[in-house]
């Protein structure tokens, strides 16, 4: 009896749809995505040996430069609309809707609330030379620190998702400053704190770098 031989059928695909899709998603990603804006000073952080990553979403970053300025930051732009419009109402800063774009779409901010907007009506490449970024001021009298980060937890909301607070200071940083700024975030009843630091390897012989 004869054998039936099967018809054979094509194993190609056409993809030409697949690469449409992938350009169109590829093209997405480059239009929306928002890079992240320079930081307005430069701080070299101490080294340490703990590998434990920042975190990288519901962060207060606090700042401090080798000079003691203070600088205050928060991830997430809607949260970063809240935050500046109710200090904006609360504190009648008159920021305008184009200043109040500038601290969204921005970096950290190093000023006092009485020269925010002037400092927020700069272009991106003045704020650097600004000679009113003085530091947000952390004194007893007048803590503004305190101020930015309630208004922030209140940004933040009492969601599923709690808020991570960081320090970074930098290596020469005046210690009293660092310890202003720690006090600060105790007055607020938080405890749990985050420091920044640069990754150095484990002393040989020690347990941690057995572990590595």
């Known amino acids: 009896m004869p054998k039936i031989k099967m018809a ?14 992938v350009f169109l998603l590829l093209n997405f990603f480059i239009m929306t995505t928002s890079f992240k804006p320079d930081e307005p000073v430069a701080i070299v952080t101490p080294s340490s040996i703990n590998t434990k990553l920042i975190p990288d979403s519901d962060v207060i970053l606090v700042s401090i430069d080798k000079a003691g300025r203070v600088f205050f930051d928060m991830d997430g732009q809607p949260k970063r609309k809240q935050l500046i419009e109710d200090i904006n109402t609360q504190f009648k800063l008159g920021l305008s809707e184009k200043e109040m774009n500038a601290y969204i779409l921005g970096a950290s901010v190093g000023t006092d609330l ?37 208004y922030a937890q209140s940004a933040q ?12 200071a930098d290596n020469a940083t005046p210690y009293p400053k660092v310890k202003s700024v720690m006090e600060t975030f105790k007055e607020k009843n938080i405890q749990h704190l985050n420091l920044v630091t640069s990754l150095e390897a484990a002393p040989a012989g020690t347990a941690a770098a057995e572990e590595e």
């Open 114 to 150: 009485h020269h925010l907007k002037e400092y927020l009506g700069l272009k991106s490449s003045d704020r650097r030379k600004y000679a009113g970024e003085t530091g947000i001021p952390v004194d007893t009298a007048n803590n503004e620190l305190a101020v930015w980060i309630e």
């Open 8 to 21: 054979r059928k094509s194993t190609a695909v056409d993809m030409t749809a697949m690469c449409d899709v």
């Open 157 to 168: 909301g009492t969601g599923i998702k709690a808020l991570k607070y960081c320090i970074k």
